[in-house]
């Protein structure tokens, strides 16, 4: 089967209509960049970078080679996204995270544990590496569930990597297939109100999922 190059546009285009559907018009404005993935135009306002993670590491990827998509159709499975998998490469959000398409499983393959993918971007987004912008937010995808516990966790774990830097993340956000949360991580936040949940039904992700597959942003 013939696929689109990978690259990670599918994963950066999802992240940005999430945003923009769940959490509203702060993020209307953003682009398809790099360095951050997601930037608003000109103004160096807000810059956001998307990565994944995997609790499980190498073993859970491992796993998912069983759930490549197009292998076969169960039934109660339509028929109908089981052939946009297996046209486009991708499958994140259909069917509540249980098939995964053949260009997406270099994404995952390339995954690493959550605390190690969150040392690794507070360092870099301290060190200058992804520019100068006002606020800075990280998004993270996962192909696992996670729950608020599993986030606040990440958001504890994040605040005290940041506790003595100048430049760090102001906000994390994190989608688990059927769950997105919206993390707050700057200073003199009651803790109650860090980790804001939120359920994506199967219409939004399929919504989100459909969308993610225009690839008219440019290649990088």
């Not at 993020?27 to 995997?54: K, S, W, Y």
């Not at 996962?142 to 986030?151: I, Q």
């Amino acid at each position: 089967m013939a696929y689109r190059k990978y690259d990670t546009c599918f994963f950066e285009r999802y992240a940005m209509l999430q945003l923009q559907q769940i959490l509203g018009h702060k993020f209307d404005d953003l682009v398809n960049c790099d360095r951050p993935d997601l930037q608003t135009p000109g103004t160096h306002t807000l810059g956001i970078e998307v990565t994944r993670a995997m609790e499980g590491g190498r073993q859970a990827a491992l796993k998912m080679l069983k759930d490549i998509s197009g292998i076969s159709a169960v039934e109660g499975e339509s028929q109908s996204d089981i052939e946009i998998m297996q046209r486009s490469g991708y499958g994140y959000g259909l069917h509540s995270g249980s098939f995964t398409g053949g260009i997406e499983l270099d994404y995952w393959m390339g995954a690493r544990p959550m605390k190690e993918i969150i040392a690794n971007k507070v360092s870099k987004v301290s060190s200058g590496f992804y520019g100068d912008f006002r606020e800075f937010g990280l998004f993270v995808f996962s192909n696992e569930p996670l729950s608020v516990f599993n986030a606040y966790s990440a958001v504890q774990y994040t605040i005290e990597l940041q506790r003595t830097l100048d430049v760090k993340y102001a906000r994390l956000y994190i989608s688990a297939v059927t769950d997105f949360y919206a993390c707050n991580l700057e200073d003199g936040i009651s803790n109650e109100f860090r980790v804001s949940p939120y359920l994506v039904d199967e219409s939004q992700r399929r919504s989100f999922f459909l969308s993610s597959l225009d690839y008219r942003c440019a290649d990088h």
